[in-house]
């Protein structure tokens, strides 16, 4: 959180300047929660929009990461993944 506004994926000013963090870890086929950590004060609907958009970016970084390795994979072995 940057004054009043939550933000997603800080850089290290915003973080140092920031009001709250809260960093998470998800697993992604699960979407269970693996590690959370809320450093600073979040009102609770500051920390269910934290949520939410960290939900949203997990499963958006995911879908980035298979696709990704799919297509390393094509160009070193050829076909389809």
Aim: charged letters at 30%; aromatic letters at 4%; glycine letters at 8%.
């Amino acid at each position: 959180k940057i004054g009043d506004t939550v933000v997603l994926d800080l850089d290290k000013a915003e973080d140092n300047d920031g009001q709250a963090d809260l960093p998470m870890g998800i697993l992604p086929t699960t979407g269970e929660i693996a590690f959370l950590q809320m450093d600073g004060d979040l009102s609770v609907e500051e920390y269910n929009t934290c949520m939410e958009y960290n939900m949203k970016a997990a499963k958006e970084i995911h879908e980035l990461m298979v696709d990704a390795l799919k297509r390393r994979y094509v160009e070193k072995n050829g076909g389809e993944a």
